[in-house]
Structures are given as C-alpha cells and as structure tokens.
Antibody, heavy 119, light 107 residues
Framework: QVQLQESGPGLVKPSETLSLTCIVS?????????WGWIRQPPGKGLQWIGHIYHSGRTYSNPSLKSRVTISVDTSKNQFSLELSSITAADTAVYYC????????????WGQGILVTVSS | EIVLTQSPGTLSLSPGERATLSCRASQSVSNSYLVWYQQKPGQAPRLLIYGVSSRATGIPDRFSGSGSETDFTLTISRLEPEDFAVYYC????????FGQGTRLEIK
C-alpha cells in the first residue's frame, strides 16, 4: 500500500514562498509514475497544481506555472512544491498524490495539509 | 483548457435509489481520459473510476462510468449510506482539470 505524507508550515505570510514536501513510503519514486500536487481552498473544489516524473520532468497548471516549482529527491524518496508570491487566495488544503500515466488519475493521496496565508 | 461542468450541483436522494451524475466537457476529452473521485468531509479524494469506465481497486460494482467525447456519467445503481459525499470528474489533455463537484446528499 503506497503511502504519502505532506509536511510543511501551516501558516505562511503573504508575498512569501510556500514550501511543502511529500514523503512517499512503500513505493520507490524511481520505479515510475508521476508525483503530483493538488489543492483545495476551504469549501471549494479541487485544483491541479502540477506533477513531476522521477527524471525531473514537470508539468504544471498554466495558471500557476510562473509561481510553481516542483522538484524530486529520489535519494530521500520525496518530492516537493514551492509556490512563490503567495496571497490569501493560496489558502487551501494541499494534497500530494501518485499520478498514473495516460489519464493522469491520482490513485494514492496524502491526507492533505492546510496552509493558511495570513500576516 | 478543457472546462468540466458537473450537474446537478446538489442531488438529494434516498438510500436504495439510483444516482446519475453528469460531467460535460467544453471540448472533446482525448483518449477517454476521464476520471471520477469521491470525497467525504475531512478526507482526501478517493479514486472511483478511470478511463471513463474502469473501476479502481476495491470499488463496488454499484459504481459505473460511461460516456464519450464531451458527455460523461457516473451512475450509482443503488445508494448505500456511505455513498453520500461530493463527486468530482477530472480530465487530462494538454492540462489537467476538475469539475466543480456534485454534492450527493440524503433526502
């Protein structure tokens, strides 16, 4: 059973950079699949942020692309998200997930981490 | 970017009834890349259906997906109490997008 766990600060100040890490257990990132980030503002729907292959190739939401950096560390079996110049609109639960090839469905998800943007 | 519109926004039904949820795409979804998730309060989404009609591991056969091109449907043949939740469709083409969700509530 693949397990994913997000970690990072729960409170970030406006204009700063949000940094989150997802640690993957019981599956080696190097074995395949994409590894992605999805977010959900409180009471709202899901928004894809982007995903990364173990080689480092990334795919990002065009509306966020200029602010998003996704990276992978295969030695630690984890991947990370950085979102720059954050505003209150970036307040959301951030999920990491394993993303399949083809239709890019997310078959395993982390529990999510609430990040609040506030001064 | 393909926009997915789900209807209805809220569906009120009773256990034992049949639920039909719709997902309409603003343009044709390539290669049947249409997915459905279920989300309960405080939980991460759960994969139900991928590739339009393939059930994910462990998903009961009362859940089924169908459709093509721009019109897709998730059907729950006979509602169980645990099925009341929010359902999202998702597609992947040049970008990945989700529908806004359908809330399935107990009548």
């Amino acid at each position: 059973q693949v397990q994913l766990q997000e970690s990072g600060p729960g409170l970030v100040k406006p204009s700063e950079t949000l940094s989150l890490t997802c640690i993957v257990s019981d599956y080696s990132i190097s074995s395949g699949y994409f590894w992605g980030w999805i977010r959900q503002p409180p009471g709202k729907g899901l928004q894809w942020i982007g995903h990364i292959y173990h080689s480092g190739r990334t795919y990002s939401n065009p509306s966020l692309k200029s602010r998003v950096t996704i990276s992978v560390d295969t030695s630690k079996n984890q991947f990370s998200l950085e979102l720059s110049s954050i505003t209150a609109a970036d307040t959301a639960v951030y999920y990491c997930a394993r993303v399949t090839y083809g239709d890019c469905h997310c078959d395993y998800w982390g529990q999510g981490i609430l990040v609040t943007v506030s001064s | 970017e393909i926009v997915l519109t789900q209807s209805p926004g809220t569906l009120s039904l009773s256990p034992g009834e049949r639920a039909t949820l719709s997902c309409r795409a603003s343009q044709s979804v390539s290669n049947s890349y249409l997915v459905w998730y279920q989300q309960k309060p405080g939980q991460a989404p759960r994969l139900l259906i991928y590739g339009v009609s393939s059930r994910a591991t462990g998903i009961p056969d009362r859940f089924s997906g169908s459709g093509s091109e721009t019109d897709f449907t998730l059907t729950i043949s006979r509602l169980e109490p645990e099925d009341f939740a929010v359902y999202y469709c998702q597609q992947y083409g040049t970008s990945l997008t989700f529908g806004q969700g359908t809330r399935l509530e107990i009548k």
